[in-house]
C-alpha cells in the first residue's frame, strides 16, 4: 500500500510524504523570537510559524523542544535521538561554545539538521564557529525562519 501511494505520487508528480516524526529544538533566547532584535530576527514569534508549518505538512508528526538551558538540550537530544525520522537544531549561542551539545549530536543516531535563522557567516567571528556543524547531516543558515522548512524538506 506504501508503495501504491508512493508510485502514484512519482506519477503525479506530487512528493510522497511518508509519516515520519521529527523534532526542532531551539536553544537559548529563540524563546523571544518576534521580540528580541526583529531586524536580525523577524517579527514573528516561533509559536506561529510551527502552526504554519504543521498546517504545511500535515502528515509529519513536528514536535517542538525550547529551552536556554544547556543540558536540558543535550537530554532532550538524548531522549529523541535514537527513534525519531530528523532533528532540526538551532543551538543558537550554545552553537559556537557547546562541545557537550556537539558531542550529543554525535552520539546519537537520528540525523541533524543545523539551522540558524541569520547568516552567522556574515556576522561576529565568534560566529563562525560551530561544534555542531561536523557532526551534522546539513547546515541551514540565513534565509530566516524559512530555513526550518528547508530542513523538514531535506528529510522528505
Ligand atoms: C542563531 C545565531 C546565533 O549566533 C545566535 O547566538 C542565536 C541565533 C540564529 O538562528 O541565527 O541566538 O542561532
Do not use: W
Request: hydrophobic share 40%; aromatic share 10%.
Amino acid at each position: 500500500m506504501k508503495e501504491e501511494a508512493a508510485a502514484s505520487s512519482f506519477l503525479l508528480n506530487i512528493p510522497y510524504i511518508r509519516n515520519m516524526k521529527l523534532i526542532i529544538i531551539n536553544g537559548p533566547n529563540l524563546n523571544l523570537l518576534g521580540k528580541r532584535e526583529p531586524e536580525v530576527y523577524g517579527d514573528n514569534s516561533f509559536e506561529e510559524y510551527l502552526d504554519a508549518i504543521k498546517g504545511k505538512y500535515p502528515k509529519l508528526t513536528i514536535e517542538y523542544f525550547q529551552s536556554n538551558i544547556e543540558g536540558e538540550l543535550i537530554d532532550k537530544l538524548h531522549e529523541v535521538g535514537f527513534d525519531y525520522d530528523g532533528i532540526i537544531l538551532n543551538a543558537a549561542a550554545y552553537t559556537h561554545t557547546s562541545i557537550g551539545i556537539g558531542d550529543a549530536v554525535k552520539a546519537i543516531e537520528t540525523p541533524v539538521v543545523e539551522v540558524h535563522i541569520s547568516n552567522v557567516h556574515s556576522r561576529e567571528d565568534f560566529r563562525h564557529t560551530s561544534y555542531i556543524a561536523s557532526h551534522a547531516k546539513g547546515v541551514i543558515f540565513g534565509f530566516g525562519l524559512k530555513g526550518y522548512e528547508l530542513a523538514i524538506e531535506s528529510f522528505l
